[in-house]
């Protein structure tokens, strides 16, 4: 009878299952999607907080030493724009100083060195008074001069250019964490949603389809053993010798009517 109840009680758990399907499975698997989108969205928070993208506040701002802000994403966009702009600087000084080595060859002490006027110059050292000064006494020295500033300017333009290159490869690697840690999460929140509005349509289904069986009464234990039941045993007994009895009775009383028949003819 335990058993019986206890087989009648998981009925109509196991007939929800079977038509609404596995309610358990699709509950580890939103457990599972769920701590993969946890997991990225972490990666999200220490992303901004690392790099300020994202944030807001023009995009590009994370909170930083003490209560200073900065944003390391836009910190290397204006180091770009920066370094953009010293070097079309510094190539621009490059290109007036290989002028007038140019007209220096062409027309000698009367060669122009306007063009050597430029800001540049100072960072290297050299004022455009001590270039006018040699272009009027010794023309030789200026042109050794002019060529000892360009060969330094030449080696600050390929370092520019290398700096300027890694700052954009750095650029580009972080636009593409950010691209791959924003579809991780949205994959994984699509699934945690999908798997949630399954979970509410399989308890409905569990309580709709569960609700057709029902135990309507749990099996009671009987009070003494089914088997044997002695009087019924014994009444069965008692009337089947009765009706044996009578029932040879009846053939004996034939038995002797016919003789006696027999022996009167």
Known sequence: MVLTNAVAAAVPEAMADYYGGNFEANQEALDAAMAEFRRWDDRLREFRGRTGIGLGLSGDLASGRGDALFGAHSVIKQELVIKNSDRAALQNAVDRIDRVLQLLTTEGEGASIALADVPELARYGVSYDELRQLAATDPAA????????????????????????????MEAQLNQEWEEILRQRGNWLESVTALEGRAIELQMKRIIEGDRVKLVDAAALPQRPARPNWPLYLGLAGTAGLLLGLLLAVIAVYWRGDEAVRMRG
């Open 142 to 169: 200026l042109r050794a001069r002019l060529q000892t500033v360009r060969a330094q300017m030449s080696a600050d333009l390929e370092l520019l250019a290398a700096d300027a290159v890694a700052r954009q490869a």
